[in-house]
T-cell receptor
Framework: DQQVKQNSPSLSVQEGRISILNCDYTNSMFDYFLWYKKYPAEGPTFLISISSIKDKNEDGRFTVFLNKSAKHLSLHIVPSQPGDSAVYFC???????????FGKGTRLSVIA | DVKVTQSSRYLVKRTGEKVFLECVQDMDHENMFWYRQDPGLGLRLIYFSYDVKMKEKGDIPEGYSVSREKKERFSLILESASTNQTSMYLCATHVGLGLGYTFGSGTRLTVV
């Protein structure tokens, strides 16, 4: 059973607008959440993370929001740029150094 | 910055061949991981290792084995390659508890 779910396989946004990527999780033991970005033929690169003791973390154009009661997190990209077009993976881990569990990814296309 | 090097970017192998995928990291990290990425399925954990000589099965270990003789090197072995093992293989190392992974560039393996 999927523990990390990204229910939107793709998202298309106009340049300059906000991109919102969503992620849901089922395992209440998860306490650390990360977003990765992946271009074709490259490995994923770390984008931003959030601990379960916080509900928001911001880094430049990227903000991650965590709603623990809903077991939901989202990544906001403002403003979206064509170079943001990539596949975005949500990942989660539980205390105890367990391996990251990844969602299936959302392909973001930013249209100029 | 941590560097994770995967020996091959592209490989084509025949069904039944024994295939070795090599991964080397340069930061003396204890934790190393092998994932495969397939369209619509995200990143799935094959095997991981938290120390030399140590290995743990991930979610999809069938048809694979691993070797960790030295801390910096973690090899994935396809004992008898099959066409359903055609995929992008990603090696990663873990900086520490609660921190993100650094991935290699990936090996795109095609089994014909």
């Amino acid at each position: 059973d999927q523990q990390v779910k990204q229910n939107s396989p793709s998202l298309s946004v106009q340049e300059g607008r906000i991109s919102i990527l969503n992620c849901d999780y089922t395992n209440s033991m998860f306490d650390y959440f990360l977003w990765y970005k992946k271009y074709p033929a490259e490995g994923p690169t770390f984008l931003i993370s959030i601990s379960s003791i916080k509900d928001k973390n911001e880094d430049g154009r990227f903000t991650v929001f965590l709603n623990k009661s809903a077991k939901h997190l989202s990544l906001h990209i403002v403003p979206s740029q064509p170079g943001d077009s990539a596949v975005y993976f949500c990942a989660a881990s539980a205390t105890g150094n367990t391996p990251l569990v990844f969602g299936k990814g959302t392909r973001l296309s930013v249209i100029a | 910055d941590v560097k994770v090097t995967q020996s091959s970017r592209y490989l084509v192998k025949r069904t039944g061949e024994k295939v070795f995928l090599e991964c080397v990291q340069d930061m003396d990290h204890e934790n190393m991981f092998w994932y495969r990425q397939d369209p619509g399925l995200g990143l799935r954990l094959i095997y991981f290792s938290y120390d030399v000589k140590m290995k743990e099965k991930g979610d999809i270990p069938e048809g694979y084995s691993v070797s960790r003789e030295k801390k910096e090197r973690f090899s994935l072995i396809l004992e008898s390659a099959s066409t359903n093992q055609t995929s992008m293989y990603l090696c990663a190392t873990h900086v520490g508890l609660g921190l993100g992974y650094t991935f290699g560039s990936g090996t795109r393996l095609t089994v014909v």
